[in-house]
C-alpha cells in the first residue's frame, strides 16, 4: 500500500514535471518606433496574438531601448502611446498576456547592471546591429548602443522566459543573452537562468513586401514603401497606384518579375482567392492591366485596414483605458521581477545587514 501511494507520487511529480517542461515563458519586446505596418502584422504581431492564447506571455514595449537614439521627452512619450494604442487595437489582450512598459520596471535596469559586469567589450563590439549602427550614426556611438545586447537580455532574464520569438535580425541578440545567462550561472555555481531559444513559427511567418519593388515593407525603406493600418483610404490609394510595376507579360505564362510578385504577394494577403486568380489568369494571357489590378488592390487593402484603424482611433482617444493597461501590467510585472531581483542579489552576495 505504502509503495503504491509512493509509485503513485513519483508518477504525478513526472508528469507536473513533464508539464512545466511544455509550458513556455515567452518574452518579447516592441521598440516605439511609430505606426504599426502591415509587415509587423502579419511578421510579428499575428504571432504574439496567437501566442497569447496558449502560453504565459510577456509582451512589452522596450522604451529603455530607444533612448539611444536620445528621443525628445514629448516624442517618446507619443510614440509609446501610438504602439501600445495598435498592438490592442490588433488584438494583444491584457487580460491574455502581461502586457507592459519596460520604464515602468526599474528592476529591469539593476539587472542589466549586473550583467554589464560580465559583457566585454570584443563580443559587444563584434555584434552586427552595433557595428552597422557604428556605420549609420558615427556621431553617436553611446555605450547604451554597444550595450543593447545585455538590456535586451535583462529584458528575458528578469522573467527567466524559456522562449522568445524573434525575426531573424534579432537571432545574435538572443544567442548573447544565453552566453550572458550561461556565464552567470558557472561564474555563481548555480542553475539560475535558462538559456532561452528562439520561438520558431515555421511557415506562419508571412513574408510582406513593400511597394516599392522591394523584398521586405519596413520603414526605413522610405515613406512609399509601407502599408500602415492606420493610413486613410485616400493615403492607401495613392501608395498603391504609385506602387511599382513593370511593362507587362509579352508571352504566356511569363515567370513574374519581383515587382510583380510584390503585388501578387499583397494581394494574397488581403483579397479573396477568386479575385488573386482573377488577375493569375489575366496575367498568364498577357490581358493583364496592372492600373486595375492595382485600384482592386488598393479597396481590398482599404476594407481590410479600415477596422484596425478604427479600432486604434478608438483606444488612441481613450487614455483612461490606457492608463488601466499600463497599471494593470505594471502590476503584474513587478511581481515578477522584483522576485527575480531579490533572487538574484542573494546569488550575488548582497546581503542585508
Ligand atoms: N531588440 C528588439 C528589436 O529591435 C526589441 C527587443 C528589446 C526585444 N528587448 C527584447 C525583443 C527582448 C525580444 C525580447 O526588435
Do not use: W
Not at 320 to 345: C, F, P
Amino acid at each position: 500500500m505504502f509503495y503504491f501511494t509512493l509509485y503513485e507520487n513519483i508518477l504525478s511529480l513526472q508528469s507536473i514535471k513533464i508539464r512545466i517542461r511544455m509550458n513556455k515563458l515567452i518574452v518579447s519586446g516592441m521598440r516605439p518606433t511609430g505606426n504599426l505596418h502591415l509587415g509587423s502584422y502579419f511578421g510579428a504581431l499575428k504571432s504574439f496574438i496567437s501566442l497569447q492564447e496558449e502560453h504565459k506571455c510577456y509582451f512589452f514595449i522596450a522604451d529603455y531601448h530607444s533612448l539611444t537614439t536620445h528621443p525628445n521627452p514629448k516624442d517618446l512619450h507619443n510614440n509609446v502611446r501610438i504602439i501600445l494604442s495598435q498592438y490592442l487595437a490588433c488584438g494583444l489582450d491584457p487580460n491574455k498576456a502581461t502586457i507592459y512598459v519596460q520604464s515602468e520596471v526599474p528592476e529591469i535596469s539593476e539587472l542589466y547592471m549586473y550583467l554589464n559586469m560580465n559583457a566585454y567589450l570584443g563580443e559587444l563590439e563584434r555584434v552586427t546591429s552595433f557595428k552597422d549602427k557604428v556605420r549609420q550614426q558615427p556621431d553617436n556611438v553611446n555605450a547604451g548602443l554597444l550595450t543593447y545586447p545585455t538590456l535586451m537580455a535583462a529584458d528575458i532574464l528578469i522573467h527567466k522566459a524559456t522562449h522568445v520569438p524573434v525575426g531573424k535580425d534579432q537571432e545574435q541578440h538572443l544567442e548573447m543573452t544565453r552566453t550572458f545567462a550561461g556565464r552567470f550561472n558557472r561564474m555563481y555555481n548555480v542553475d539560475y537562468f535558462p538559456e532561452p531559444l528562439a520561438y520558431n513559427f515555421g511557415n506562419e511567418l508571412v513574408k510582406v513586401p513593400g511597394l516599392d519593388g522591394s523584398g521586405k515593407m519596413g520603414k526605413s525603406e522610405g515613406e512609399g514603401n509601407a502599408v500602415f493600418l492606420i493610413d486613410e483610404p485616400e493615403v492607401l490609394r495613392k501608395k498603391i497606384m504609385r506602387a511599382k510595376t513593370d511593362s507587362g507579360p509579352t508571352t504566356p505564362n511569363e515567370p513574374k518579375t519581383q515587382e510583380i510578385e510584390n503585388i501578387f504577394s499583397l494581394m494574397k494577403l488581403v483579397s479573396s482567392n477568386d479575385t488573386v486568380s482573377f488577375f493569375e489568369e489575366k496575367y498568364n494571357d498577357c490581358s493583364i492591366r496592372y492600373g486595375d489590378m492595382k485600384k482592386q488592390l488598393a479597396e481590398d487593402m482599404i476594407a481590410f485596414t479600415t477596422p484596425f484603424r478604427e479600432r486604434i482611433l478608438e483606444i488612441e482617444n481613450n487614455s483612461e483605458y490606457l492608463k488601466q493597461v499600463v497599471n494593470q501590467g505594471s502590476e503584474k510585472v513587478r511581481e515578477s521581477a522584483r522576485k527575480t531581483i531579490k533572487e538574484v542579489r542573494e546569488i550575488i552576495g548582497f546581503k542585508p545587514f
